[in-house]
């Protein structure tokens, strides 16, 4: 009987505390009645195994305990919705720029990555899951008390129906034409960069007397134009096959990412253009030419940030594509959730 | 895979549609006394299975709400618990059997 002695003593731990003792006493009976009659039946007492077998279909104590708490919940169905699209939209607004922030730092800035044992990102780091904790904990608090006070003041009863708001009509592009719009501007891109050589006037304006890119730039000039070819290809696949949704995101993932990686490289490069001969010796050029390399490193980190942003928005994309495409195979109606 | 997915959503329904009626089949059982173990194998012998860790809370639930009335007495020299219906229980009861009935009813007209 020590098995069962054991099993009771598990299910009174995980029992909450001013619960009646007469529980155990109470499943104790019941479990030896059905061993008694099971021995009776057998005519012989049960082993340790046999024992063990009858305690593993009762279920594991906590299970047993948990079935005489309090049927109760942090937020309820009713407020769950809201509760979630607010941990959502904090993700969206606060969090992810925060990470697009470290993110920037990490790539952009040269001394950050470089300080002793990764120091500035493990502060920096600790810092951002401490204010996401907080963040979501005081979601949760406000909406647990909103909870509440709403099971209390009944306010979701106090509803008149003509209050609602006016029905708003969405409508949004179509796929197929969404794709069509982004195979003609890849292709003006493509264009565009097949003749920057003949035509720099495109990228440097008025200034394209005076300035061209850096030689270290050309190692890239290739790479980046694979990346318009591919997401070409993916263009022209969608504009033929518009139901595989998951060929734009998954795509555009991968191609952002590599981009992301070349830009916090290219940004390294030292300076990014440089002065026509002969204006490199004159002396009134030499001081425009770091004003013109600070303003093409600005609008190339700016382009960073907003490749890291689609990278996250690509990524987002595939988890909800993958959750929807699970969901219908599963054919389960959304179950009501609650914290 | 979508056999198993299909099995397990039967049986969440199952569980559901059985939620109800085990409180019912319990105030019915309890119209004669019982200790948890008997109760069980009664309904169990009448085809209405409940696993020990749903019907001893149950019968605390259904206690606290005053349905039920239980006392502590020796029997084959081991200490029971003995549950039966309260008098409000019984009112409950009969409450419950007509808004079945007419469940019943309803849905045999509609299937």
């Known amino acids: 009987m020590d098995l069962i002695d054991r099993y009771l003593q598990a299910i009174q731990f995980a029992l909450p505390k001013g619960q009646p003792a007469d529980i155990l006493r109470e499943l104790s009976e019941d479990l030896h009645s059905q061993i008694e009659e099971k021995e009776n039946r ?237 204006y490199s010796h004159e002396a009134r050029y030499a001081e425009a030419a770091p004003i013109v390399n600070t303003a093409v490193f600005c609008i190339l980190a700016g382009v960073g940030i907003g490749v890291v942003i689609a990278c996250a928005v690509y990524g987002y994309q595939i988890v909800q594509l993958l959750l929807r495409r699970r969901q219908g195979r599963s054919g389960m109606p959304a179950p009501v959730q609650t914290l | 895979m979508e056999h198993s997915t299909n099995g397990a959503l039967f049986e969440n329904l199952r569980l559901e549609l059985r939620r109800g009626s085990l409180v019912l089949a319990v105030l019915a059982g309890l119209r004669i006394e019982h200790y948890g173990y008997t109760l069980r194998k009664t309904l169990a012998d009448q085809g209405m299975t409940i696993e020990e860790s749903t019907l001893y809370p149950l019968l605390r639930r259904l206690e606290s709400q005053g349905l039920l009335t239980s006392e502590w007495r020796e029997q084959d020299k081991r200490n029971k618990r003995f549950y039966r219906l309260s008098a409000e229980g019984r009112l409950m009861l009969k409450q419950l059997l007509a808004e079945w009935r007419t469940i019943n009813k309803s849905l045999d007209e509609i299937v």
């Open chain 1, 42 to 278: 057998l005519g012989r007492k049960l082993n340790e195994d046999e024992i063990a077998t009858i305690l593993k279909q009762r279920g594991h104590p906590i299970r047993v305990a948990g079935g005489y708490l309090p049927r109760q919940h942090l937020i309820g169905p009713a407020l769950f919705p809201f509760y979630r699209a607010a941990l959502k939209m904090a993700a969206l607004f606060f969090l992810l720029p925060w990470v697009v922030v470290l993110l920037c730092f990490l790539i952009f800035d040269r001394e950050y990555p470089a300080e002793p044992m990764g120091f500035n990102l493990f502060r920096d780091w600790a810092v951002f899951l401490q204010v996401t904790m907080f963040g979501f904990a005081l979601i949760t608090i406000v909406f647990a008390a909103f909870e509440r006070t709403q099971a209390k003041l009944k306010f979701l009863d106090r509803w008149d129906p003509r209050k609602l708001p006016a029905v708003v009509q969405h409508r949004a592009p179509s796929f197929r034409s969404r794709t069509l719009t982004e195979l003609f501007f890849n292709v003006s891109f493509i264009v565009w960069w097949l003749t920057i050589g003949q035509y720099p006037r495109t990228f440097f304006g008025f200034a394209a007397g005076l300035f061209m890119p850096a030689a270290a730039l050309g190692a890239y000039y290739w790479p980046i134009l694979g990346l318009a070819l591919v997401n070409l290809m993916q263009q022209i696949t969608n504009a033929v096959r518009p139901q595989w949704t998951w060929l734009r995101p998954a795509t555009l993932l991968v191609t952002n990412t590599i981009f992301a990686v070349m830009l916090s490289f290219i940004l390294k490069i030292e300076p990014l253009v440089v002065l026509k001969e002969p």
